[in-house]
């Protein structure tokens, strides 16, 4: 699953994206893998790591929320 939002303004000079996805492991656990910085370079990454996927999952819908809020809007042509 991957959520890649962006967040637009040419007035202030803002082009920001934030990718978020989740990465299942060999092992059993589950990761949050987080990467967010301006369009066109390369982002800062953060891995959080979840024993259950379903609380994985739960955060990853916490974080594009809130990120949704603070104006981020999902854009599927850069996919």
Do not use: H
Not at 37 to 62: C, F, H, K
């Amino acid at each position: 699953m991957l959520i890649y939002l962006e967040r637009r303004d040419p007035a202030m000079n803002m082009a920001r994206f934030y990718a978020i996805s989740l990465a299942p492991t060999l092992f059993g656990p589950c990761a949050v893998v987080r990467e967010w910085g301006r369009i066109g370079s390369p982002g800062t990454v953060r891995e959080e790591w979840y024993d259950n996927p379903d609380l994985a999952a739960a955060q990853l819908a916490r974080i594009a929320e809130r990120k949704r809020r603070k104006g981020y809007a999902e854009c599927l042509e850069t996919i």
